[in-house]
């Protein structure tokens, strides 16, 4: 019996996984259906699943890919952007040349009537919830460890602690690029609006979405220039700091709960 070779391709941000066939899917029945939620059911998916997707591609592209619109005369919805029509066509160019390369590969198998033991790659996943793109403004180098100041692409700042040992080993200096990670739990929830204080990160945004579970919620905050964060907190919480879509809120997280990654 014939051999043959099968494979996905994903365009990564280093070990993130950034774009696959999925994501170009969602993308794809985004840009056809104008609506997230049409989208979701299209391709049989939940609608937080079809949200933190975009999420996730918005926080790791240069430039924002899906838009949501206010509803008015013209109407809400949701768009994609010019870029992201654009990767949308490099893809399915990508996806021609790698589908060639796997037929060639599976060629050469099955002509030679060998024996070749495929194994799965180990796929790394980021646990994080958040992970946002950053560029070093700012080194304060200590004894054992070194605070990073980050610029976010709203030209705010902010702080994570790190190693020296870590700092070395990724080679960071001033205008390096990196990714911000930290998990949803890492964040505090807070209608206070003044400056943080001390040794607090201070994320300033608007609530576009609340997913309600069993015990817990997640509050997704929409920042200034696009990018999102997203925050854990129990249900009996939600109910009690009354919080609703378009509220104004403040997210505090401790610099030395954010992990630095490169690509």
């Excluded at 994903?10 to 950034?18: D, G, T």
Aim: hydrophobic fraction near 40%.
């Amino acid at each position: 019996m014939p051999s043959s070779i099968n494979g996905r391709l994903w365009i990564n941000k280093s070990e993130h996984n950034f774009l696959g066939e999925g994501r170009m899917e969602l993308l794809m029945h985004i840009d056809r259906d104008g609506s997230i939620t049409k989208a979701a059911k299209s391709m049989k998916m939940s609608y937080k699943a079809a949200w933190d997707a975009v999420d996730a591609m918005n926080n790791l592209s240069e430039f924002p890919l899906v838009t949501s619109a206010k509803g008015g005369k013209g109407g809400g919805g949701t768009h994609l952007s010019d870029y992201a029509k654009e990767l949308i066509n490099t893809y399915k160019i990508l996806q021609e040349e790698h589908q060639q390369f796997l037929n060639n590969l599976s060629k050469r198998i099955s002509e030679k009537n060998g024996h070749i033991h495929l194994l799965k790659s180990m796929d790394i996943r980021i646990s994080a919830r958040n992970q946002l793109r950053t560029k070093v403004v700012e080194i304060q180098k200590g004894a054992l460890k070194s605070r990073v100041s980050l610029e976010l692409n709203n030209k705010d700042t902010i702080t994570a602690i790190i190693t020296n040992d870590s700092l070395s080993t990724l080679e960071i200096t001033i205008g390096t690029e990196l990714y911000a990670l930290f998990k949803a739990n890492a964040l505090t929830l807070s209608d206070d609006s003044s400056p943080a204080k001390g040794d607090i990160n201070r994320f300033a945004g608007e609530i576009i979405r609340i997913e309600r579970g069993k015990l817990n919620a997640e509050i997704i905050l929409e920042l200034k220039g696009g990018n999102t964060v997203c925050s854990t907190l129990p249900i009996e919480m939600l109910e009690r700091l009354n919080l609703k879509n378009k509220m104004h809120l403040s997210a505090f997280c401790e610099p030395k709960n954010i992990i630095l990654g490169r690509w």
